[in-house]
Nanobody, 115 residues
Framework: QVQLVESGGGLVQPGGSLRLSCVAS????????MGWYRQAPGNQRELVAA???????NYLDSVKGRFTISRDNAKNTVYLQMNSLKPEDTAVYYC?????????WGQGTQVTVSS
């Protein structure tokens, strides 16, 4: 079994920063793609950022230049550094990890950007 544990969410003022972490544990032969999704009230779940084993990253247009995804393969961990946060970034953020033969989702962590 593989378990994902997310951390780092919370309440932050506009213009502030947060760093999300997601750690995968369990029986893992190989982690392939890793990514972060978010879902705001009344909206579809959307891909925020994704990263390959080699470090190639793609981002949602609205977060380019503000968010940075990274991974530490030795620690089976993916991060999302979020800077210059805006109220429209408010959502539940979920990490997703694809391993050999399956994919797993984190429990979600709430990010609220408000004055």
């Amino acid at each position: 079994q593989v378990q994902l544990v997310e951390s780092g969410g919370g309440l932050v003022q506009p213009g502030g920063s947060l760093r999300l972490s997601c750690v995968a544990s369990g029986i893992i032969f190989s982690i392939h793609g890793m990514g972060w999704y978010r879902q705001a009230p009344g909206n579809q779940r959307e891909l925020v950022a994704a990263i390959t084993r080699g470090g190639s990253a793609n981002y949602l247009d609205s977060v380019k230049g503000r968010f940075t995804i990274s991974r530490d393969n030795a620690k089976n961990t993916v991060y999302l550094q979020m800077n210059s946060l805006k109220p429209e970034d408010t959502a539940v953020y979920y990490c997703k990890v694809r391993v050999t033969g399956d994919e797993y989702w984190g429990q979600g962590t709430q990010v609220t950007v408000s004055s």
